[in-house]
């Protein structure tokens, strides 16, 4: 019933830009936290970049001062501005929310399906 799609991905040139969003439909309470996270061939997932509910931000250092999340509380939609992108970049980024479904008193993890995010000249 609840769902997290994204959205935004695509090739890109080093140094180039992109903007991802995540949107969360379906029977909400109240959403946590939402975050982005991303996975590379032969690696493991990590942590990208993550935005509480009081607004608050938390990034991976490999993206400081290029990666800004943001959020739409009314369209319970998260953002992900890209900014000097780098090879390294390149992986599928998946969206995450820890959130209150209607009739629950306690939050739940959910994850989009992914968007891949190409970085390549």
């Known amino acids: 019933q609840v769902q997290l799609v994204e959205s935004g991905g695509g090739l890109v040139q080093p140094g180039g830009s992109l903007r991802l969003s995540c949107a969360a439909s379906?029977?909400?309470?109240?959403?946590?936290?939402m975050g982005w996270y991303r996975q590379a061939p032969g690696k493991q997932r990590e942590l990208v970049a993550v935005?509480?509910?009081?607004?608050?931000?938390t990034y991976a250092d490999s993206v400081k001062g290029r990666f800004t999340i943001s959020r739409d509380n009314a369209k319970n939609t998260v953002y992900l501005q890209m900014n000097s992108l780098k090879p390294k970049d390149t992986a599928v980024y998946y969206c995450?929310?820890?959130?209150?479904?209607?009739?629950?008193?306690?939050?739940?993890?959910?994850w989009g399906k992914g968007t891949l995010v190409t970085v390549s000249s």
């Open positions: 995450n929310a820890n959130l209150h479904p209607l009739g629950t008193y306690y939050g739940m993890d959910y």
């Open positions: 379906g029977s909400i309470f109240k959403i946590n936290a």
């Open positions: 935005i509480a509910g009081s607004g608050s931000t």
